[in-house]
């Protein structure tokens, strides 16, 4: 149930890659050789390329990875929402130019923003719900008719755009007692669960509360404290120690019994 995030800083680079043509995919790509056994996903997030004109390269990566792991989920983390006309374009981006299995896309903007991504057969959205940031309850705690607004966004998801297409949602694993109720409110739907690692997630409770009937059901990112495990030669190396430690902390979550 892990999943590598993949949120290259050109500034956070190890030194070997200074000055070398298309390093972020470079350093992107030994992550993933370093780890792909372990993982049930990879997470490239866009801004991380776009921001310094890298988008050739994260075509490249996603080619590489679903060419190289196919059974691997890539997920582009995009978080879109717009109007529908300009969200089938956002969707002919994630699933098209950059061959993503499942993207991220926001609900602010209602059904009709998210349809044009469900109209794509064999792909998937993931809903952000109840993020991980500290900021999100700023509207995401917010009352709506008697309930938080992401429990709204949770039903709404579960019980309506789930019929129209491939569906999971964005909880943080930063509110485990949150993450719980959306479990409770939308069955064995799928979750991406960001927040744990260098946000200060804790495994074994993201575990307790986020399990499907199956004792699955869930992609929990780690991103930053993967990737930025050493800034030296072995930072692959480095990488997949804490991608092993954190996969087997997940496991043992799930086989001692702290998970119903």
């Known amino acids: 149930m892990l999943c590598v995030g993949l949120d290259p800083d050109p ?45 050739a390269q994260l075509e490249r990566l996603c080619r590489y990875i679903r060419e190289t792991y196919p059974d691997v989920l890539l997920i582009l983390d995009a978080k879109r ?12 981006e994630a699933f098209g130019r950059y061959g993503a299995h499942v993207v991220t896309v926001s609900p602010y903007l209602g059904g009709d923003s998210v349809e044009p991504f469900l109209r794509h057969e ?33 039903r709404t998801v579960a019980g309506d755009w789930s019929k129209r297409g491939e569906c999971g949602l964005v909880v943080g694993a930063t509110y485990p007692e949150e993450l719980r109720t959306v479990r409770a409110l939308v069955g064995d739907m799928p979750l991406l669960i960001p927040g744990v690692g260098a946000q200060g997630g804790d495994v074994a409770a993201t575990v307790a509360a986020g399990v499907d009937s199956a004792g699955l059901g869930m992609v929990i990112n780690s991103s930053r ?23 087997n902390e997940i496991a043992a979550g799930a086989a001692n019994g702290s998970v119903g």
Request: charged fraction near 20%; proline fraction near 5%; aromatic fraction near 10%.
């Open 11 to 55: 500034s956070r680079l190890p030194s070997r890659f200074d000055g070398v043509p298309d390093a972020t995919e470079r350093f992107c790509r030994e992550i993933v050789d370093a780890t792909a056994d372990v993982v049930c996903a990879f997470k490239p997030q866009i801004a991380y390329f776009a921001s310094h004109g890298a988008e």
């Open 122 to 154: 064999g792909h998937g959205v993931f809903v952000l719900c109840r993020t991980s940031n500290p900021g999100s309850g700023d509207f995401q705690s917010l009352r709506v008719d008697g309930e938080p607004l992401y429990q709204r966004v949770a």
């Open 225 to 247: 404290a993967v990737l930025y495990a050493s800034s030296g030669a072995d930072f692959a190396d480095a990488a997949r120690t804490v991608a092993l430690a954190t996969r």
């Open 81 to 92: 929402g717009d109007i529908g006309p300009t969200a089938e374009h956002y969707a002919r």
